[in-house]
């Protein structure tokens, strides 16, 4: 049985439809899952959901509300999502208290710090003088814009396996301070934070880059992570189920 991912959903600028990008749902199909996309919906939903699902998937898209770490609205913040925010730190809570597999892309990164108490640059650019790339790239999805180095003895570095290589970059916000339990494991080499996993979680990973892209186009070294995640997703369930059936027993 193919294992349901949860993807986080986008929302129209006149909140009247949600909306999700297709390569999210096609990089779940191609390495097994079964893609479920995920609206606002109360909280009072989330614990049922948070069991019914194998992963999550936190996709890209608007910035979150600064608030989430304690920080007013910086002049360069763009435009933000209350609903979303709410929704996905939440729903991203519970599937880590499950140590269920999380896997999160730009914005997906970001929320994965914040939910375990980090902060970020609201501009990287305004706030941070050093951060000297171009991080909100002009070209295709697929274009390499700036390298990154990663720590091969990290769980994402064995995944990997190259210390050095390039890739897209979409974002004007960065991670700033470190949250709990979390392991920075790969810097642009202007000393921005590019990846980050969890060290107490079985498999919880934020990228700032967009690897699903790159998946999708037939790169298999990207290809790697979602094999990884979806395998992940396999074994949780199967823990679960094996621990439901002791507790019959």
């Not at 993807?7 to 199909?29: C, G, N, R």
Request: aromatic fraction near 8%; include cysteine; charge should be negative.
């Amino acid at each position: 049985m193919k294992p349901l991912i949860g993807i986080s959903a986008e929302m129209s600028k006149d909140q009247d439809h949600f909306w999700l990008p297709f390569v999210y749902v096609e990089t779940v199909l191609k390495y097994g899952g079964l893609p479920l996309m995920i609206p606002v919906m109360g909280d009072e939903n989330l614990d049922e959901l948070s069991l019914r699902l194998d992963g999550l998937f936190i996709t890209g898209g608007e910035d979150i509300d600064p608030s989430y770490y304690g920080e007013n609205p910086h002049l360069k913040l763009g435009k933000i999502a209350p609903e979303i925010d709410q929704m996905e730190s939440e729903l991203g809570k519970r599937m880590l208290e499950l140590d269920k597999p999380y896997i999160g892309v730009c914005r997906g990164l970001h929320m994965l710090n914040i939910v375990q108490g980090g902060s970020m640059y609201q501009d990287m650019h305004d706030q941070r003088e050093e951060y000297s790339y171009l991080h909100l790239q002009k070209g295709p999805r697929t274009y390499r814009s700036h390298e990154v180095e990663l720590d091969l003895d990290s769980k994402i570095g064995k995944i990997l396996g190259e210390e050095k290589f390039r890739v897209n970059s979409f974002h004007h916000q960065s991670c700033k301070d470190v949250g709990r339990d979390l392991k920075v494991v790969a810097r642009a080499t202007d000393g921005n934070i590019e990846a980050m996993e969890s060290k107490t979680h079985s498999f919880a990973f934020g990228f700032q880059w967009h690897p699903e892209e790159f998946a999708m186009a037939g790169d298999e070294t990207s290809g790697k992570i979602f094999e990884a995640f979806i395998k992940q997703a396999v074994k949780r369930r199967k823990e679960i189920d094996d621990s439901k059936k002791r507790d019959r027993q």
